[in-house]
């Protein structure tokens, strides 16, 4: 009987290399060249070895890396935010039922880990250690499209791969080439529907080289291969996501001169006693969002995109609702970090809804019921209790009611006494923010001494305002408490690996999957069978573009954030550096300067004192919680008591504490001890590795000497800000990322980057002066003068908008509230360079209305086009031409050259409609007169004819007219020229001035190079000055329904079509046929003396005229019998050929007419013959094929 080994008994054959052969040799030197290394020494041995083999070769490798440095470098933009950048907005785009909600969640769950409901309104997300993203729906109607366009950072153009581009695509690719062109990257979704991978994959190939004509070649088309369980695979989710982590954003010109913010709550705070009584009253609003673009200053105008222009009531700066991880506060260590902040989304703590504010706890993070209810003490689960829990947990153990707390309560005067009393005590009045106003609510509970550790009781922090309530509050306002499902997991960092044409266009309008679709089919389109058919694998989410991405910015921040890590030292040297204001700490803060109509309700710096507090100390000034008052007396008790300084040391050592004394001594007590400690790192004496030289610390030698001068000489503080610059650059570049050791870092001072980088170092040193002089002001002056810093979350208060914008609030429309700047509010004549869109089915006429975009504004005027001629003028066309620039003017409000313009003449988008960008134009120039003219021929006739002068009338009405055109220039029909002389004083003809009476006025003397004649028509040339209509309507869009279809002037032609009116004719403008009288001309006369002289060849040949025939002409002819027979028997044959002609005629015909018969016959049965002969190959070939099918 056999014995059966075991598994471990098993051996398998063990693999064995090849010895020997082909394979082994190839192996053997493939090992070699990846182990060995070149040595120095067999270079230097044999040079000419290790030369490069092609001249040609290394000189296109040359070029080449010199082009992709020149590539690389762009012209350095000042960087305006000095603090944290703002959130960059990341625009969804694309066509109905494309898949951009499903991306925007699947990229929020990416990120924060939690499941987006539904979205509605910016959702604002922490992608990085220095980086937020805050994603926006954009919407389907052409409104929505243009406010997207101008504010979004980046763009991805979400497209349907198995139906092609539709004109949503290319409308919105459109607008964003003239707002500024951010960055943008295609989505292929719905590639799941191809079953054929030869199919799949030229369409790809289709697409991206369609989607690289109209941006640039080599821009990034994602592919999103399918659904999984009804969401993307998380593997290409996470691809995009690292693709959207390394882009780099470049600051556009229009965004860094005008203030913005992208609202992502809204509020309407009108009392509602005022709405009780008047529905229809207007609103006061609050918006809230992140502040881009340059600072906000105070008095600047602010435009709501579809609403119009408001002036701030008030602005306020408050705490960021999503803070970086790096620069948020932590209050313990199980305070954990927030990922997201999408309020109208109901994703986050809090949900602002029209009615109410909903807060969303977890249940085993707070317990709003006692445990035992013999203990007095709230207890909670797994965690210590914030001070909102505390609060709202002792409202919901009070015992006594508002009026027993009101007898037992009294007033502390003097908050530094200690409080033995066992009663309650008031708290200082808080407000509460909602939807429906402001109600102001005080609280007199205390806590209780053992029952819970808070500082302050009766205040609740949130991440916008302080919210508190009080017992009866609660009983009459209805609170929802939600649990959220699943639990906050701690932030993972995903984004540390840097991985990195004009065509013939036709519109196909077609009813596809339940929805009427507009596609987008080019004349170069060709079939996917007869592309060549190559296999592009990098297309399908690689990263290798990431990585030449990363290659080619090697000189950039390698930050995330707008901030770099080599600038913060130059900010905290500044910071360290900055003088204390004694007037701020002696006076506190100054009280004229407010930025509200009344005091915020948000301000909470009363609520950081001792609750109970009635009077405040005269240093105690109104901050944010991030500002803190530094100084030795700061926080000393408030005393009345006057002191009599005698002393002069007294008086010395006060002297520096006042505007005239020396505040370097001030300045060394700001530092704090962290920089004290961190003094060695930051002001160390250092060389450089690259140059070789040697700095020393300029902070040791400003430490040593206490009585240094506060006013220093310009040249000294800019060799000091340019040591900071060099010293911060030689920190970032320490680790030896750009300064190689084969000497690369000659190679780019060859190529330009020097440069390039001491641009860079003088605009960051321009910087640093910057904020080293405002450092020194007043906060409230700064803020005065600055403004509010751009990345601040900020709150707008707006008065008097009208009601409908509340009334019809929609928050899948995103609402942009941009800043005004000087002179924009202006209205005048606009001048711009135009040009029909190629995709436009129609041609543009003037005076007909136009939808413009420019700026932050959309509204509709009536244009004027023009064309500039040689001379300069402006002559007026009444079409837009074909294929080429024209000037057009309007009336509107004044915006500053080189902005781009976009023109769309409706605003629907039903299936009638076509491609509906009609025009894109750039501003020129603005002005407060137009300047188009047209031209204008005035038509005379000659009255009176001299020799080379005539009397013109019918061209004038008045003799002031012709001494307004003298000496202008006149022609006749035929040519001849002519020139406006002056006024005739004389009657028509030759009639003399018996009758009496002034003669007729408008007749005009001219003088021509010829004598014209009476029969011929003078005209003149003349241009007349074309007046622009003042017309200007700005677009409401938003004081109406979104699914109302906003509808402004119409044109001439749609109220023809409407009212059904026939294109009125111009008998004048006809063509008219011209009906010219033969003219008869006299004989020539020649006088009989000159015809005697005349040869005998040239005189005339006149013979008088036969009154009667002549004798020949009247004689008959009579043949003669012979001749008679010969004509006879010609006529004879004559008959007798034409009768054998005719039957032979008849012959042919028939048989003719026999031979088609035939011939078709005889096709018809052939052609029965070749029907047979198919079926039957057909039927083999079924056979066959069936068999083949059988054997497989």
């Known amino acids: 009987m056999a014995v059966i080994a075991s598994a471990e008994d098993q051996s398998h054959k063990a693999h064995r290399s090849r010895k020997s052969g082909p394979n082994a040799k190839k192996k053997s030197v493939n090992d070699k060249g990846k182990k060995e290394e070149v040595s120095e020494n067999d270079r230097k041995r044999n040079p000419k070895a290790f030369a490069f083999n092609s001249s040609v070769k290394a000189k296109r490798l040359q070029a080449r890396s010199v082009e992709k440095e020149q590539r690389r470098l762009h012209v350095p933009v000042i960087d305006r935010c000095y603090g944290e950048p703002a959130p960059y907005v990341i625009v969804v785009q694309g066509p109905p039922q494309v898949g951009k909600s499903l991306l925007i969640k699947s990229l929020v769950k990416h990120y924060t880990k939690h499941n987006l409901p539904d979205v509605r309104g910016p959702i604002t997300i922490v992608s990085g250690k220095q980086r937020r993203l805050q994603f926006v729906e954009c919407p389907n109607e052409i409104n929505g499209m243009i406010d997207a366009a101008k504010f979004a950072d980046l763009t991805l153009l979400l497209i349907d791969g198995a139906y092609g581009f539709e004109m949503e695509t290319f409308e919105f690719l459109n607008i964003l080439h003239n707002h500024g062109l951010p960055k943008v990257m295609g989505v292929l979704t719905h590639l799941d529907k191809f079953k054929d991978a030869k199919k799949l994959r030229k369409t790809k190939q289709r697409l991206k080289h369609r989607f690289w004509t109209e941006i640039r070649t080599g821009a990034k088309l994602f592919y999103l291969s399918g659904l999984i369980h009804g969401k993307y695979p998380k593997r290409e989710v996470h691809n995009l996501a690292r693709f959207i982590s390394v882009m780099k954003f470049q600051p556009l010109s229009w965004r860094t001169n005008h203030p913005y913010v992208l609202v992502d709550r809204f509020e309407d705070v009108t009392p509602p006693e005022r709405v009780h009584r008047n529905n229809k009253c207007d609103r006061n609003i ?484 910057n904020k080293a002089e405002l450092d020194n002001i007043d906060e409230a002056f700064r803020l005065r003068i600055e403004g509010f810093q751009s990345g601040t979350y900020v709150r707008l208060e707006v008065h008097g908008v009208s009601c409908e914008m509340v009334e019809h609030f929609d928050p899948c429309q995103p609402i942009l509230v941009g800043g005004i700047g000087p002179g924009e509010d202006d209205v005048g004549y606009m001048q711009v360079r135009l040009k029909r869109h190629r995709w436009y089915k129609k041609v543009l006429k003037t005076r007909d209305p136009l939808i413009f975009s420019i700026g932050w504004r959309r509204y509709q005027s009536t244009p004027v086009y023009a064309i500039e001629d040689s001379n300069g003028r402006h002559r007026m066309l009444k079409y837009t031409p074909e294929h080429m620039h024209c000037l057009a003017m309007f009336w509107g409000p004044l915006a500053p050259p080189n902005t781009g313009v976009i023109a769309v003449q409706t605003l629907s988008s039903n299936i009638q409609t076509s491609f509906r960008i009609a025009a894109t134009a750039t501003v020129l120039q603005s002005n407060h007169e137009e300047r188009v003219v047209k031209k204008i021929k005035l038509v005379g006739y000659p009255c009176k004819i001299f020799k080379k002068t005539a009397l013109i009338k019918d061209m004038f009405t008045s003799d002031l007219e012709i001494a307004r055109f003298e000496g202008a220039s006149v022609r006749t029909v035929s040519g001849i020229r002519g020139q406006v002389k002056k006024a005739a004083k004389e009657e028509i003809g030759n009639q003399p001035k018996k009758k009496g009476g002034p003669p007729k006025e408008g007749i005009a003397r001219c003088t021509f190079e010829d004598k014209i004649r009476m029969s011929d028509i003078v005209f003149l040339r003349a241009w007349t000055k074309v007046e622009v209509p003042k017309f200007y309507n700005p677009l409401t869009t938003a004081l109406q329904p979104r699914d109302r279809v906003w509808q402004g002037m119409k044109t001439v032609a749609e109220l023809r079509k409407e009212h059904n009116l026939p294109i009125p004719v111009n008998k004048d403008s006809l063509y008219k046929p011209i009906e010219r009288q033969k003219r008869k001309f006299n004989p020539l006369v020649i006088p009989k003396s000159l015809q005697a002289a005349l040869p005998f060849k040239s005189k005339p040949k006149n013979t008088p005229s036969q009154l009667r025939p002549l004798l020949e002409k009247r004689r008959a002819v009579i043949m003669e019998p012979r001749d008679r027979k010969v004509h006879a028997l010609v006529q004879q044959l004559q008959l007798m050929r034409h009768e054998k002609m005719k039957k032979r005629k008849l012959k042919e015909e028939k048989k003719r007419k026999e031979l088609e018969a035939e011939h078709a016959k005889t096709e018809q049965l052939s052609k029965k013959r070749q029907r047979e002969e198919r079926r039957e190959r057909y039927r083999e070939q079924d056979k066959l094929k069936k068999k083949i099918r059988r054997s497989e």
């Not at 609050?286 to 340059?294: I, K, S």
């Not at 008095?299 to 995109?305: L, Y």
């Not at 707070?366 to 445990?371: D, L, N, P």
């Not at 506190?588 to 109509?597: A, M, V, Y």
């Open 286 to 769: 609050t918006l809230y969002g992140y502040l881009r673009g340059c600072n906000l200053k105070y008095g600047t105008k602010v435009h709501i995109a579809g609403v119009g222009d408001f002036e701030l009531a008030s602005v306020t700066n408050l705490a960021d609702p999503c803070p970086l991880p790096s620069a948020a506060k932590k209050k313990g260590l199980r305070d954990k970090e927030k990922l997201f902040y999408a309020p109208m989304s109901g994703l986050g703590d809090l949900l602002y809804d029209k009615d109410a504010v909903y807060i969303n706890i977890n249940d085993h993070f707070v317990q709003y019921s006692k445990v035992d209810d013999d203990k007095d003490v709230l207890t909670g689960k797994g965690k210590d209790q914030d001070v909102g829990e505390a609060l709202v947990k002792s409202l919901q153990s009070t015992k006594y009611s508002v009026d027993e707390k009101l007898e037992k309560s009294f007033i502390s005067l003097f908050g530094r006494q200690p409080d033995n009393s066992s009663g309650a005590r008031n708290d200082a009045n808080n407000t509460l923010q909602n939807s429906n106003g402001i109600h102001e609510i005080e609280l007199s509970e205390q806590y209780q001494p053992g029952s819970l550790n808070v500082d302050r009781p009766g205040v609740a922090h949130d991440a916008d305002d302080s919210e508190s309530s009080d017992e009866d509050d609660l009983n009459k306002r209805k609170a929802k408490f939600e649990n959220v499902g699943t639990d906050d997991e701690e932030y993972n960092d995903l984004l540390d690996e840097n991985s990195p044409v004009e065509n013939h266009m036709k519109e196909h309008v077609e009813f596809h999957e339940g929805r009427f679709r507009r596609k987008a089919v080019f004349g170069n389109d060709v079939d996917s069978d007869d592309l060549m058919d190559s296999d592009e694998e990098g297309d399908d989410g690689d990263d290798s573009d990431v990585n030449d991405q990363k290659m080619s910015d090697d000189d950039e921040d390698a930050g995330m954030g707008n901030t770099s890590k080599w600038k913060e030292p130059l900010s905290e040297r500044t910071r360290s550096r900055q003088h204390l204001n004694l007037m701020k700490l002696v006076y506190g803060k100054s009280t004229d300067i407010s930025t509200t109509s009344s005091n915020e309700a948000h301000d909470t710096s009363d609520e950081e004192n001792d609750g109970g507090d009635f009077f405040t100390p005269v240093g105690r000034i109104n901050k944010n919680d991030s500002e803190v008052v530094d100084g030795e007396n700061a926080n000393s008790e408030d005393c009345s008591k006057h002191f009599k300084i005698s002393n002069d040391l007294d008086i010395e050592s006060i002297r520096d504490r006042f505007v005239t004394g020396d505040w370097s001594k001030a300045a060394l007590r700001n530092k704090s001890s962290e920089v004290i400690e961190d003094d060695d790192s930051v002001f160390a004496d250092f060389e450089d590795l690259e140059t070789g030289e040697k700095y020393e610390s300029y902070h040791a030698e400003n430490t040593t000497d206490a009585t240094v001068q506060t006013t220093e000489d310009s040249t000294i503080e800019e060799r000091r800000l340019k040591k900071l610059a060099r010293r911060a650059q030689f920190d970032a570049e320490y680790d030896g990322s750009k300064v190689a050791e084969d000497g690369s870092d000659k190679e780019d001072e060859a190529n330009g980057s020097d440069y390039h980088d001491k641009m860079k170092e003088e605009i960051e040193i321009r910087k640093q002066r």
